[in-house]
């Protein structure tokens, strides 16, 4: 027992001694990690230049405008103006002579039939024929019967109606025939199925060789595509903004330079749940461009007055999908502003829609001053 303690009293005593040999006593902040450096980044949007005199400022100017509200949206056949081609003779198709997309004129044919509601319909008619023929001669017997008073009067009527009887068949099944689609006088078992107007197939259902009933789904749908419909989303926001007949500029995407006319016809009473919108369609004259499919931008005016500003469209920068201009600022820097611009304007001037007020200096040629700054 003696032993034992007098170890321990030993170990003791010479642990601060193996400390300070080990490089002195413990820190208590050896293990923490070292104090963070502050570095100050300056104006990402501030750009120094040696001699800003190269580049010759201009002053934005205000410019008077009524508000106005862009949408987009799709050019769509005029459901007046489309017309289903219908046959009323069923069959199987042994010619097509027009395709989806193709222009036909009206009375066009556009495919032929072979159908075996003719070969029931021509005997029809020719039983029809033979019966009014029976009945013509035996109206003539009695009317001669009946002038030697050899007949009632009441047999002179009853074949009077039978003759009558017969003409009206006789119509009827002639008019069937030619509803079919052929002529009485010149049977046959093809029926030409023509263009009801004239106009663009937008819509094509059968094939060669493929089956055809009567009244069951239509072989083509014919548009007249000189007008059109242009359906857009007007959010539920923006529709104090429109209203029915109110004049749109229609611009499409394949010809952005030019500009259509048209008119509002309908706005939907029912929102799209899911965009909380409605869909505002315009009537436009076609004047041979657009097809249906086509994407536009329609233009609403409307009669609430705005300021805008208005810069040379050369102080407009166009980075990374966004406008941008450059404004002076002081000790030789130049400040780069992002802008909404608007439309095109004469003497080569470009709208500013927000991020630019009237008065202030932008630099005349964005792009050169640009160029400068990549370079540096």
């Given at each position: 027992?003696?032993?034992?303690?007098?170890?321990?009293?030993?170990?003791?005593?010479?642990?601060?001694?193996?400390?300070?040999?080990?490089?002195?006593?413990?820190?208590?902040?050896?293990?923490?990690?070292?104090?963070?450096?502050?570095?100050?980044?300056?104006?990402?949007?501030?750009?120094?230049?040696?001699?800003?005199?190269?580049?010759?400022?201009?002053?934005?100017?205000?410019r008077?405008?009524?508000?106005?509200?862009?949408?987009?949206?799709?050019?769509?056949?005029?459901?007046?103006?489309?017309?289903?081609?219908?046959?009323?003779?069923?069959g199987?198709?042994?010619?097509?002579?027009?395709?989806?997309?193709?222009?036909?004129?009206?009375?066009?044919?556009?495919?032929?039939?072979?159908s075996?509601?003719?070969?029931?319909?021509?005997?029809?008619?020719?039983?029809?024929?033979?019966?009014?023929?029976?009945?013509?001669?035996?109206?003539?017997?009695?009317?001669?019967?009946?002038?030697?008073?050899?007949?009632?009067?009441?047999?002179?009527e009853?074949?009077?109606?039978?003759?009558?009887?017969?003409k009206?068949?006789?119509?009827?099944?002639?008019?069937?025939?030619?509803?079919?689609?052929?002529?009485?006088?010149?049977?046959?078992?093809?029926?030409?199925?023509?263009?009801?107007?004239?106009?663009?197939?937008?819509?094509?259902?059968?094939?060669?060789?493929?089956s055809?009933?009567?009244?069951?789904?239509?072989?083509?749908?014919?548009?007249?595509?000189?007008?059109?419909?242009?359906?857009?989303?007007?959010?539920?926001?923006?529709?104090?903004?429109?209203?029915v007949?109110?004049?749109?500029?229609?611009?499409?995407?394949?010809?952005?330079?030019?500009?259509?006319?048209?008119?509002?016809?309908?706005?939907?009473?029912?929102?799209?749940?899911?965009?909380?919108?409605?869909?505002?369609?315009?009537?436009?004259?076609?004047?041979?461009?657009?097809?249906?499919?086509?994407?536009?931008?329609?233009?609403?005016?409307?009669?609430?007055?705005?300021?805008?500003?208005?810069?040379?469209?050369s102080?407009?920068?166009?980075?990374?999908?966004?406008?941008?201009v450059?404004?002076?600022?002081?000790?030789?820097?130049f400040?780069?502003?992002?802008?909404r611009?608007?439309?095109?304007?004469?003497?080569?001037?470009?709208?500013?829609?927000?991020?630019?007020?009237?008065?202030?200096?932008?630099?005349?040629?964005?792009?050169?001053?640009?160029?400068?700054?990549?370079?540096?």
């Amino acid at each position: 027992m003696i032993c034992k303690r007098f170890y321990g009293t030993i170990l003791f005593l010479a642990t601060p001694f193996l400390l300070e040999a080990c490089g002195g006593a413990a820190d208590s902040n050896a293990g923490a990690p070292p104090p963070a450096k502050v570095v100050e980044v300056g104006d990402l949007s501030l750009f120094h230049v040696d001699h800003p005199e190269q580049y010759p400022l201009s002053t934005a100017v205000k410019r008077e405008a009524v508000s106005q509200l862009v949408v987009t949206g799709t050019v769509n056949p005029d459901i007046a103006r489309t017309v289903p081609v219908i046959t009323l003779a069923s069959g199987r198709v042994v010619d097509i002579r027009a395709r989806l997309g193709d222009t036909v004129k009206k009375g066009q044919v556009l495919l032929r039939i072979r159908s075996d509601d003719i070969s029931g319909g021509y005997s029809d008619y020719r039983k029809a024929v033979a019966d009014e023929l029976y009945a013509r001669q035996q109206l003539d017997r009695a009317k001669e019967l009946y002038e030697h008073g050899a007949i009632a009067k009441s047999a002179l009527e009853a074949a009077q109606d039978t003759e009558n009887d017969a003409k009206v068949t006789l119509d009827t099944t002639t008019e069937h025939l030619k509803l079919l689609g052929n002529d009485p006088d010149h049977p046959s078992g093809i029926v030409d199925i023509a263009a009801p107007i004239s106009g663009v197939i937008t819509d094509q259902e059968v094939v060669s060789g493929s089956s055809v009933q009567s009244y069951s789904a239509n072989p083509f749908t014919i548009s007249d595509l000189s007008y059109v419909w242009v359906i857009c989303d007007v959010y539920e926001n923006d529709l104090p903004s429109v209203h029915v007949g109110q004049m749109v500029d229609v611009r499409l995407d394949a010809y952005p330079d030019r500009v259509l006319k048209g008119t509002i016809s309908n706005i939907s009473e029912i929102l799209d749940p899911t965009i909380r919108a409605a869909k505002v369609r315009i009537e436009v004259a076609n004047p041979g461009l657009m097809r249906v499919g086509m994407f536009v931008k329609a233009t609403f005016y409307g009669l609430k007055k705005e300021t805008h500003t208005a810069v040379p469209a050369s102080a407009i920068l166009h980075l990374r999908d966004r406008d941008w201009v450059f404004v002076p600022a002081p000790d030789q820097k130049f400040r780069r502003l992002e802008v909404r611009s608007g439309d095109q304007l004469p003497n080569k001037q470009q709208e500013i829609l927000s991020g630019l007020e009237p008065g202030q200096q932008v630099v005349t040629n964005a792009l050169s001053l640009q160029n400068a700054i990549d370079n540096e």
